[in-house]
């Protein structure tokens, strides 16, 4: 037990220590007596040194005179073992226990000495116990009374040990209420944000080991918050006690002139208070608003009339009075006009105010003014530089892009040939299902949007863009340049048109595919296109696909006779007439002077390839040229070799299908053989 305690007990007690020493002493002199009667003593022996022994017995046990209180509550330990203290006063007096230890009246002494110990310990327990309540009682009593909420909790886990009546009060709640609203817990109660630095404050100030104080905020029953300062320690039985008061509504007091004028003075914008009349007469204004105007507070004075109305720009005025006129009492008013300075230079100013009573009844402004000229140069010129960049852009056949990465939007100029809309929203995911895009450019656009762009590095790709009513097709180029607009990626670029150019490309490229006098395919490519196609045939392919070798009978008497202008008509004629006979899909090349090479596909049987051969035959039957050259009759004989069965590349099946042809030569001509 503490000191303090002990000095608090030792005044107001002194009867009830009395009371409990008195009790020890019959109860020690109570067995001395039991014990008496079966002493066997010397002849010094006295009652006297019977005393002593017995005193010296309690004051072992922990009380050495009868006024003096204890200063622990092991008494019964004490007295118990004060008998090993007590055994030398016993042998030095002479005095020996003639009492067995299986002695009746030694055990009777035992357990009669024992239970009047227990009794009284239990006495000094419960008038000690007694005591200590109704010190607490007025302890919290006296709390309750103080202007400022105490309470203590938990150094373990916050939960609360006791509280004032002022701690309900200042959060609105009953103790009941609290233990169901916070789990009797006080971390509950404090605002989530301030909980971290709240517990990082108490656990600081405690290692300090002194009275420390912290603010947070906590939350009231109704759910406001107030703020609360908190001044703590560690109680000596181990919880934090707090002695908790409310500063929401504590603040400096700016309420004062000087204060005020402080503030307004020390504003970084124009503060003024306008009247509402012809001349927007200035009532008050602080020193930035003349520095923003350029005029000292005489010249409104002297030669303004006192208002604003002369210093802005008339170009603004019918604006500004309007927006003034439509706004309603106390609705906030943002508007921009210029004003002239002193010197003559215009200025753009931001006001942002609100139409308030004044105390004549008349209406007034209170304004904020802030310079915007340099923001409206840069507004001005960037409007400017937009304005150019699409007139260049409508001017050009090139596309301007922007496509960000982070919203997935694709921004671009207009294109009258295409008529595409200039903003796609979600581009990436309606790539896949526009129209506007052959399969083959969405692939490439999709590769190139999710490329990892190097830094001062173009990506290019060529893509095919369709208009939405599939009209018109046009081939562009992209370029595509990789920025970084802070924490976001933008590819930006453009699209050049080049679909002339890849239109003559195309064109050169198909020229040198032809033979230049009958249009058809010329030998190389004949080759080229034969060669591929039988590359991707397979065993399990059960269609026929015919090779024939088609040569015009006596064609050197049309060059000899009629001359090779007439000739090359001829060749030219006979050109267009098997164009007549076959498909589209089927391979026909000039790959000698009057020598042609076919790849006819998809037969079903070999009737139909000899149908079609015959059909060819047919088409020159009877065909004469010139009046006076009767005898100069046109025809062709065809020699045909199958793919698979008579070969499996170019040169198998022309030198297959060339002997069937020399058959036809030799066998009268004008008609068809196969390889056998």
Sequence with gaps: ????????????????????????????????????????????????????????????????????????????????????????????????????????????????????????????????????????????????????????????????????????????????????????????????????????????????????????????????????????????????????????????????????????????????????????????????????????????????????????DSRDRPKLFKKIAAAQENAPIITEFRVIKKDGKSLWLSMHARKCPAEDGNTELLCVFTDISSLREAYNQAKTDREKARTLAAMATDIIFEYRVQTDELHFTGNKLLDLPVTIPQFSKKLTSSDALCPDSVGKLQSLLSARFQPGKVETEEINIRSLDGAVSRWYNIYAYMIMDGSSSVIIGKLADITERKQEIEALIEASRRDPLTNLYNISTTKYYIENFLKQLTPSDKRLHAFMVLDIDNFKNFNDILGHAIGDSVLIDISQKINSVFRKSDIIGRVGGDEFVLLVKDFENIEQIKAKAQEVCDKFEN??????????????????????????????LFEKADIALYKVKTSGKNSYAFYS
Aim: with cysteine.
């Design 1 to 312: 037990m503490k000191e303090g305690i002990y000095k608090d007990y030792k005044k107001g007690g002194k009867a009830e220590l009395f009371l409990i020493n008195a009790f020890l002493l019959i109860s020690f002199f109570f067995l001395m007596f039991i014990c008496d009667l079966r002493f066997i003593a010397s002849s010094n022996t006295n009652f006297a040194l019977r005393v002593k022994i017995g005193l010296s017995i309690l004051q072992k046990a922990g009380s050495s005179t009868i006024l003096e209180p204890f200063v622990t509550i092991k008494t019964y330990n004490g007295l118990m073992s004060a008998g090993k203290h007590a055994a030398p006063l016993f042998a030095e007096s002479g005095i020996f226990l003639a009492a067995k230890s299986d002695s009746f009246y030694y055990w009777l002494a035992v357990i009669i000495s024992n239970a009047l110990l227990v009794a009284g310990g239990a006495a000094f327990v419960g008038i000690w116990n007694k005591r200590k309540s109704n010190k607490l009682k007025e302890i919290l009593s006296l709390a309750d009374n103080i202007p400022f909420a105490v309470f203590s909790c938990s150094a373990c886990d916050y939960s609360f040990v006791q509280a004032s009546k002022a701690f309900y009060k200042m959060l609105g709640y009953s103790p009941s209420e609290i233990k169901e609203a916070c789990g009797n817990n006080l971390l509950n109660l404090i605002y989530a944000p301030d909980r971290e630095a709240f517990k990082h404050a108490i656990e600081t100030g405690l290692k300090l080991g002194d009275k420390s104080q912290t603010e947070c905020r906590l939350t009231k029953k109704d759910g406001s918050l107030i703020s609360v300062r908190f001044i703590y320690n560690m109680a000596e039985s181990g919880s934090i006690c707090f002695a908790a008061e409310d500063i929401t509504n504590r603040s400096a007091d700016f309420n004062s002139a000087d204060n005020l004028k402080m503030i307004v003075d020390e504003f970084p914008g124009g503060l003024a208070r306008i009247s509402l009349d012809d001349n927007l007469s200035i009532m008050m204004a602080n020193a930035a608003f003349y520095d923003l105007c350029g005029y000292a507070a005489s010249d409104f004075s002297n030669y303004l009339q006192g208002g604003m109305f002369n210093i802005i």
């Design 623 to 652: 065909i004469y040229f010139g009046n006076n050259y009767k005898n100069l009759k046109l025809s062709v004989s065809i020699g045909i070799a199958l793919a698979g069965k008579d070969g499996n590349t170019y040169s198998a």
